[in-house]
């Protein structure tokens, strides 16, 4: 007792089924010695398993007593806790809160099954309420079960079944007290199969949550009050007051009140949270229509079994087999139940009719749909009252803040009118679910959604009627309905569809219901729609008309008045009277509507056309399927059976209302941008005649504009400048009123401007008049495509049957069409880059021919700009070199002369004329329109060759073509293959020109592609020449530029025309960075011309392999002259564009890789003339570098003699040309080191060179090139080569040619003499023998040379005799050097070294 926990008695109820009584006994003994809910659980648990339903209740019955002792206890022990916890804080003896603690461990070591939180105990109702109910249900499907196999009735008593079920269900619902557990009870008995039993226990789960929606608001209020008075009491300090007795004890009172105030257990849905409830009841209301779908669904699978005689129906199963109607009512019953009394949110209510299926109740979707609608509605109000509500309360507020600090009190009307709004405020924000803020798009979405809910309802039931009237065999049961009655059908859907928009007013969503309805094929509807939508704007714009003036006028007034007043002045009573008469007028107005905005006088223009958009769609709709239906006709109808008349008479109907259409969107629609919309629409619903027209419109209504503007824009402009000036306050006092009001006045005689036209845009519409080329363009292109595909039909399905004079006729419309359209580009476009969004688009369709006109046109517009830009870049870049040096000078304090100064004053105006007019003259550069043009003719060239091989492959594949057709493709693909090769000549990128040449060496287009690289080293030629030629700019530049920072270091200037010079150079300098990228990238040229090369080379070889595939060549293996001559031109064109030695040794490699020997030779030798020409070079700069170190030291002396002035002048003269010309020739950091590449440079080639002679067998060649590697490098082994190629009177003339080189190596003295002496050259031995230096190898050498000489010849032995006396006199001084030592041991060790010396001593005779 002292815990409150009483352990309850158990009773069972007297039942036939119920067992012994010893296992009652054993069960109610268990029962009550059990510890935990947990254990009674699992009891239940396995009685259940056991099938043993009475005691599984029983047990369930008892748990749930148990868990309401602990639930009370649980409430106690807090209670209790509270209290303890408040006493503690409080000054009570020793010994008490001793006993206060003690009692706390007392409760802390209570066992975990009876300190159960009572989401815990919760969790144990809801499951002992799922046993009790499982076990009922288990029970009835036991019983069922048995009276199937029984057979003992033909009809089952569904109240005889069910109510044992629905008792316990009962039972175990009243232990539930969330909607989440009865949620989720009622989907367990639904799944079990008796979703009938389940709708009372979502019902139930309603109530529940109603009951815990009423605490929170009670609880929202009580937490307002509380707040507001504290809020009250806060103010009232600010004045040094208090609230009065009864409101302060009334503050306390709730304060006890709140803190005893408990919400009631609501589980995983928060009981403060508004918008979960909202949920729930959503969810509520879809599981009640989940068991209503069940209910059908296993009424469906039971008729089945009950055919197979494996089940009974029941009573109410029999009812609603025999009268299905009955599920539709019990579907609209639960709809009424929910909408819109319990589910309040528009978008819950939508999503839970578009869950629901309500077939053939049309009424009752009306119905619903407007109940939806007008909830939309009430929430739009409710809203806006909302708001105007806020906005009152922020007023007071505001009012009671500014009295506040006056010390002043609200009056007591405001003041509880301020209280009642703050008390609303505070409980809302607890109570007003989220729908109540939703904002004005997401309510007419909602209601757009109701309506178009409706349309699309009666619209599945006319295509299920359809579906069932075109397929009667499917449908047997259908009742199959005559011409009239389906006539009939059919006209009350449109009807039905029409009543949706009965009180609709707003034209936006008339227009989404025209547009709705239009996707549904329903033309008629659409018609009526629109044209509704048309004459409520009509009418809105005639209200407008004459309220818009009344209202403007009274604003004004309205705003002078209560400025007026604010300054405290007097307001006339003749403006009073004037606010009285326009407020009578406009009150006597019609309402004006809430959808639409007063001021915005073109507010429903592009509603409109949208509006003409959709019902000219929906004449098409009818004129496709009119044609669809024609086309059925005359597959199915016997040609004499067909009412030609009626079908002409049916596409005419058609065709005059595209036309009204057409006229009243050309007559009402002055907007391009309107129009080219309108003309979209028409291309892609190929009405290609209507295209044409509207474009054709729209480009004049352009042209038109861009005319009034060129009129126009300069006056406003002016206007806009002097209104500037008159409303700068910084300014002198305006004095140009007069040419402010003549200038008006031209405005306003001028045709009024368009308010949608920008008047200082000149180029507005410029994308406006691409669009509407291209639109015309792939709509004319289409219908050509189309034509041709249909002849091509009637071709191949019958010949004979075709009109090709008819044919020829149309093809020839069509072809105008086109070059019309064509037309168009060169009178109305001349943006390069509208241009190319045009050329793409054709390429992708590889419309070559109207790709060439285009481009054509695009290069001459290119062409206009490039001058354009040349022209300002010209004129800033003088402009900024003069401002630049007008800088310096400003900073010496010094100033430009008055002729500089004039010339810069009319350069800078010359900026501002060039770049005035279009945006397109202030920024684009040259850079860009290169690009632009490369970008143009790269694409004409990949269009045209894919056209080309298309048009083959057509040619291939269509045997039936006539030749005449034929000849007439091959005809202009020639004529675009020519003209565009022939427009690549305006390319300067030679990349550009490069990557042509690939694509069309991939292509097989290998004469042209020859043609054109023969264009491209022409262009590398022109950048080489442009290099040099900047080269020497940049070089006098440098050098003036050099001279000028010397003099002005002491403060001098240049000379005049040396000035005048560095201008011009510096602007030259600056206009070429300007250039594209190729034209500064200098140093790649050579790259470019090598990789051209390569290609080329590539391009003659896979023609050549085509030619011999082909049968060509003369002799297998063998080349014809055609092919050498080919690739001769091409390594002879080559080789004068390759100007680095690298590069050359590079492409000569590359041509013996491709086995082409003979242009390795001619290669090689250009290569080796490049080296010779460069070593030259090298010679050259250092014999003037000796010249200029000479001339300047002569310079100096004169200069320190001070004497022979003439001497002086010609010294320096020539000091500074030699100075010129060593500055012409490149830089050189170390002479010897250049000197080895080139050779090694030289030896690559040669090699190259000897290993093409040797396979060509040119022996003259060889012999050359091996002596030219000797002289190059001069080695043993080159001697010997040289001496195995050539005859022996040959080699007496070429070694002594050789040996010079010999001499002149800088190598190994010895191995110069045994070269020389190979070949017997003894004479040049005695010149290259070197000094005596003691060395033993020497004295052998000498001993060699003499005996050759002596045996060979003698008589040059009186020239070897200084060299050996040489060695002599080196060889006593060693003697008398040992014998100084007195070293004989030594002595007679080095005594044999004089030993050869001696012999040769006593063998000469002098």
């Not at 309401?68 to 804080?89: G, S």
């Not at 569809?497 to 309805?517: C, G, M, N, W, Y």
């Not at 002409?648 to 109907?653: F, G, Y």
Request: proline share 3%.
């Amino acid at each position: 007792k002292m815990f409150g926990v009483i352990a309850a008695p158990v009773v069972f109820p007297k039942e036939e089924e119920l067992s012994t009584p010893h296992i009652k006994e054993l069960l109610q003994y268990r029962l009550e010695n059990s510890s935990s809910l947990d254990e009674v659980y699992t009891l239940a648990g396995g009685l259940l398993t056991r099938q043993e339903w009475g005691f599984v209740q029983d047990v369930c019955k008892f748990a749930q007593i148990r868990i309401a002792q602990l639930d009370k206890a649980r409430k106690k022990r807090q209670l209790r806790l509270a209290e303890i916890n408040k006493l503690k804080t409080q000054l009570i003896p020793v010994h008490e809160k001793a006993c206060l603690g003690f009692e706390e461990e007392l409760f802390a070591g209570l066992p975990a099954y009876l300190t159960l939180s009572e989401q815990q105990l919760q969790y144990y109702k809801y499951q002992f309420a799922e046993h009790m109910t499982k076990s009922a249900l288990t029970k009835k499907s036991v019983l069922l079960a048995n009276i199937y196999r029984q057979r003992s009735v033909q009809l089952i008593d569904d109240d005889e079944v069910d109510e044992p079920v629905i008792q316990v269900i009962n039972e175990a619902v009243l232990f539930l007290s969330t909607a989440e557990q009865l949620l989720e009870l009622c989907r367990i008995i639904d799944a079990s199969g008796s979703p009938k039993l389940a709708l009372p226990v979502a019902q139930r789960a309603y109530d529940v949550q109603l009951s815990v929606r009423q605490k929170l608001k009670e609880r929202s209020e009580l937490q307002a009050t509380i707040r507001l008075l504290e809020n009250q009491r806060e103010m009232l300090k600010r004045l040094k007051k208090d609230l009065p007795n009864e409101k302060l004890s009334e503050l306390a009172n709730l304060k006890i009140k709140l803190v005893a105030f408990e919400m009631p257990f609501s589980g995983n849905c928060s009981s403060s949270d508004i918008n979960a409830m909202e949920q729930q009841v959503l969810q509520i209301t879809l599981v009640m229509l989940a068991c209503l779908a069940d209910i059908k669904k296993n009424l469906t699978a039971k008729r089945g079994e009950v055919l197979q005689k494996a089940a009974i129906h029941t009573k109410a199963e029999d009812e609603l087999i025999s009268n299905p109607s009955r599920f539709s009512q019990m579907a609209r019953d639960i709809l009424a139940w929910a909408i819109p009394d319990r589910v309040r949110d528009p978008a819950s209510m939508m999503q839970i009719v578009k869950n629901t299926e309500l077939e053939n109740q049309t009424e009752f979707i009306f119905q619903l749909g407007r109940q939806i609608r007008q909830t939309v509605l009430k929430l739009q109000d409710k809203i806006k009252e909302k708001e105007q509500r806020r906005a009152r309360l922020n007023e007071l507020r505001q009012k009671r803040e500014e009295l506040l600090t006056k010390w002043v009190l609200l009056e007591d009307d405001e003041a509880a009118e301020i209280w009642d709004l703050e008390f609303e405020e505070q409980v809302n924000v607890h109570t007003s679910p989220a729908y109540m803020s939703y904002g004005k798009e997401k309510l007419e979405q909602l209601e757009k959604s109701a309506l178009t809910w409706i349309l699309d309802c009666i619209y599945n039931e006319k295509a299920d009627l359809e579906e069932k009237v075109a397929n009667p065999r499917k449908y047997p049961l259908f009742k199959q309905l005559s011409a009239d009655e389906l006539a009939l059908r059919r006209a009350q859907f449109s009807q039905q569809a029409l009543r949706v928009t009965e009180d609709l007013q707003s034209p936006l969503l008339l227009f989404h219901i025209a547009k709705h309805v239009q996707s549904r094929r329903d033309s008629d509807t659409v018609f009526k729609v629109g044209n509704k939508c048309q004459s409520i704007i009509k009418e809105i714009e005639n209200q407008r008309s004459i309220r818009a003036p009344l209202q403007s006028e009274l604003d004004a007034l309205e705003a002078e008045k209560a400025d007026l007043l604010h300054r405290k002045r007097e307001w006339p009573d003749e403006k009073q009277l004037r606010i009285r008469e326009l407020t009578e007028k406009i009150d006597k107005l019609p309402t004006w509507p809430e959808f639409a905005t007063l001021f915005d006088h073109h507010q429903y223009d592009e509603l409109n056309l949208d509006v003409v958009r959709v019902m000219t769609s929906a004449i098409l709709d009818n004129k496709t399927t009119l044609e669809e239906d024609i086309a059925r006709m005359f597959r199915e109808t016997a040609p004499e059976n067909i009412d030609y008349r009626k079908i002409d008479s049916d596409r005419n109907a058609i065709q005059v209302k595209i036309q009204q259409l057409t006229k009243q969107c050309l007559t009402q629609f002055s907007n391009p941008v309107y129009l080219l919309r309108f003309a979209k629409d028409m291309k892609n619903r190929k009405e290609t005649e209507v295209v044409l027209e509207v474009v054709g419109k729209c480009l004049e209504r352009i042209k038109a504009i861009d005319a009034l503007r060129k009129v126009r824009k300069p006056i406003q402009l002016e206007i806009d400048q002097l209104k500037r000036l008159k409303e700068d306050p910084k300014k002198a006092p305006f004095t140009k009123e007069a040419e402010l009001t003549e200038l008006t006045a031209q405005l306003e005689a001028l045709p009024a401007w368009p308010h949608f036209a920008d008047v200082y845009d000149d180029g507005q519409y410029s994308r406006t008049v691409s669009q509407c080329i291209n639109v015309v363009l792939n709509s004319v292109l289409d219908q050509r495509e189309e034509f041709e595909s249909g002849v091509a039909k009637q071709l191949y399905e019958n010949k004979s049957a075709v009109d090709l004079t008819k044919v020829a006729e149309d093809r020839k419309q069509k072809q105008d069409q086109i070059n019309q359209a064509v037309q168009s580009c060169y009178e109305y476009i001349h943006d390069p880059q509208d241009l190319k969004i045009l050329i793409d688009a054709m390429a992708a369709r590889k419309e070559a021919e109207v790709m060439l006109d285009l481009v054509k046109h695009g290069i001459g517009c290119i062409d206009d700009r490039v001058k354009v830009v040349v022209e300002r870049d010209t004129f800033k870049l003088k402009t900024a070199i003069l401002e630049e040096e007008e800088a310096m000078l400003k900073i010496t304090k010094k100033s430009l002369s008055e002729e500089l100064k004039e010339e810069l004053a009319v350069l800078r105006d010359a900026v501002k004329k060039v770049e005035e007019g279009s945006n397109w003259k202030k920024t684009v550069t040259l850079v860009q329109l290169d690009s632009l043009k490369d970008k143009l003719l790269t694409s004409l060239v990949q269009a045209t060759f894919e056209k080309k091989q298309q048009t083959m492959n057509q040619m291939e594949g269509n045997r039936e073509m006539p030749e005449d057709r034929k000849q007439s493709f091959l005809a202009s693909v020639e004529r675009c293959v020519k003209e565009s090769s022939d427009l690549l000549s305006s390319v300067d990128n030679p990349h550009t020109l490069y990557s042509i040449i690939e694509d069309l060496n991939n292509k097989k287009e290998w004469d042209l592609a020859l043609k054109i690289g023969q264009e491209c080293f022409h262009k590398i030629g022109t950048l080489h020449a442009i290099k040099d030629e900047q080269r020497i700019i940049n070089r006098d530049r440098a050098l003036l530029l050099e001279e000028e920072q010397t003099l002005s270091k002491v403060h001098h200037r240049l000379a005049t025309e040396k000035k005048d010079t560095l201008r011009k150079l510096e602007f030259e300098y600056r206009f070429h960075l300007l250039k594209p990228g190729y034209f500064q990238a200098v140093d790649s040229i050579d790259d470019i011309a090598l990789s051209l090369a390569s290609l080329l080379v590539d391009v003659c070889n896979a023609k050549e392999q085509a030619e011999v595939e082909d049968g060509m060549q003369v002799e297998e293996g063998q080349q014809s002259p055609e092919a050498i001559e080919r690739m001769e031109n091409v390594v002879k064109i080559s080789l004068q564009h390759i100007h680095s030695i690298p590069h050359l040794i590079d492409y000569t490699q590359m041509l013996h890789d491709n086995k082409q020997y003979l242009m390795v030779i001619l290669a090689g030798k250009q290569c080796e003339a490049k080296i010779f020409e460069q070593k030259q070079e090298y010679e050259e700069r250092e014999r003037l570098k000796k010249e200029f170190e000479t001339l300047d030291n002569l310079r100096l002396t004169y200069l320190f003699k001070k004497e022979d002035s003439e001497g002086t002048e010609d010294v320096t003269k020539k000091l500074e040309e030699t100075k010129t010309l060593l500055a012409k020739l490149p830089k050189i950091d170390d002479l010897t080191a250049e000197i080895e590449a080139r050779n090694r440079e030289l030896l690559t080639v040669i090699e190259l060179i000897i290993s093409a002679a040797k396979i060509e067998e040119l022996d003259d060649e060889l012999r050359d090139q091996t002596i030219l590697a000797f002289k190059t490098d001069t080695t043993t082994d080159r001697w010997d080569q040289i001496r195995q190629i050539v005859s022996e009177e040959e080699w007496l003339n070429i070694k002594e040619e050789l040996v010079v080189y010999v001499i002149q190596q800088d190598t190994n003295t010895s191995e110069k003499i045994e070269l020389l002496l190979k070949d017997g050259l003894y004479k040049q031995v005695i010149e290259v023998f070197p000094k005596p230096t003691g060395d033993e190898r020497e004295l052998d050498m000498v001993l060699r040379v003499y005996k050759a000489i002596e045996s060979s010849e003698p008589e040059l032995l009186e020239h070897l005799i200084p060299i050996v006396g040489g060695f002599m006199k080196v060889c006593a001084s060693i003697y008398f050097m040992l014998l100084f030592l007195n070293s004989k041991t030594y002595f007679s060790a080095q005594f044999s070294v004089f030993h050869p010396v001696s012999n040769l001593v006593s063998t000469t005779s002098s």
